[in-house]
């Protein structure tokens, strides 16, 4: 369920996938599970899925991945001072 969440946080997601499909109007906004198995199924490869404290959890598969995402996204102090923070508090 985070993967829904996280993915309906970004504005460029939703309106690429509710581009052809209307969004519920009631309801919490998440990107449809339809999205998640093909997503999941394109990048099978490049992930691993581990239980962690009985919580399924992707790693991907490889560092080279990690690091990139982590210089793209995470470059700011403020965050990786919070991902500390959590990894801490594990």
């Given at each position: ?45 490049f992930l691993h899925l581990v ?40």
């Amino acid at each position: 369920m985070e993967l829904e969440d996280a993915l309906a946080c970004d504005d460029d997601v939703l309106e690429e996938v509710f581009q052809f499909i209307d969004p519920p109007l009631n309801t919490v906004i998440r990107v449809p599970q339809m999205y998640i198995a093909k997503l999941r199924h394109e990048l099978g490869w490049f992930l691993h899925l581990v239980y962690d404290y009985g919580i399924p959890v992707f790693y991907w598969a490889h560092r080279q991945f990690a690091d990139a995402i982590r210089k793209r996204y995470l470059l700011t102090y403020d965050i990786l001072l919070l991902l500390l923070l959590v990894v801490e508090r594990r």
